[in-house]
């Protein structure tokens, strides 16, 4: 699991680094403001080339750029909408703190950092992204199965419109399908196979 830990404190740095990698957390990265975890995010770019991260530990009180408007940038990329993000931070204002929420931070740790406190949030955190990314996937799954039915309907309507029906007898009456309707259907459909049964004019 990739951390990214975001703070201006070489202390705090140390911290967090330390009582995670005690932990088993072995996958860590740390940076010393937010301008360069949009670098290691490669933000310029929607994350294209973007480091492995499953998680930002992220510092409020930084200078030139504070956690929650980092937070904002980050989350505005679509590719980071599940990568949750943990402030960290001395301040306990309940305004300070629903503006990070805002800006798209899923919790928050008050300094001076607890390392039990640390372990069960990033823990939390861990489990929240696993569940959001196997809700994401079956929603990919559902949108995939009705994209399928949809087009099994069409088919349908489409061999339903190319093959008439007497609507009082209910019989179909396949010398009066359309050639041009065939024609249609079968350029639509390359990969449908069609009985071979010779007809008349062709066996003769």
Known sequence: ??????????????????????????????????????????????????????????????????????????????????????????????????????????????KPVESAELLARVKAAFKLKQECEARKSWEEEVTKTIAELDRTLNDSEALQQLIPVCPTCRKSHPLKISEAALNEYAQ???????QSLPCSTCTT
């Open 1 to 110: 699991m990739g951390i990214l830990i975001v703070d201006d404190s070489p202390d705090e740095r140390l911290l967090l680094h330390h009582i995670l990698k005690n932990a088993g957390y072995r996958d860590l990265v740390t940076v010393s403001s937010a301008r360069d975890a949009f670098t290691q995010l490669d933000l310029d770019h929607s994350g294209s080339n973007c480091l492995n991260v499953d998680l930002i530990l992220m510092d409020i009180k930084m200078p030139d750029l504070d956690g929650v408007e980092a937070c904002r940038r980050i989350k505005a990329v679509p590719a980071f909408a599940l990568i949750p993000i943990i402030v960290v931070t001395a301040r306990n204002q309940k305004d300070f703190l629903q503006a990070a929420f805002d800006a798209g931070a899923e919790d928050y740790i008050r």
């Open 188 to 194: 639509a459909h390359p990969r449908m196979k069609f």
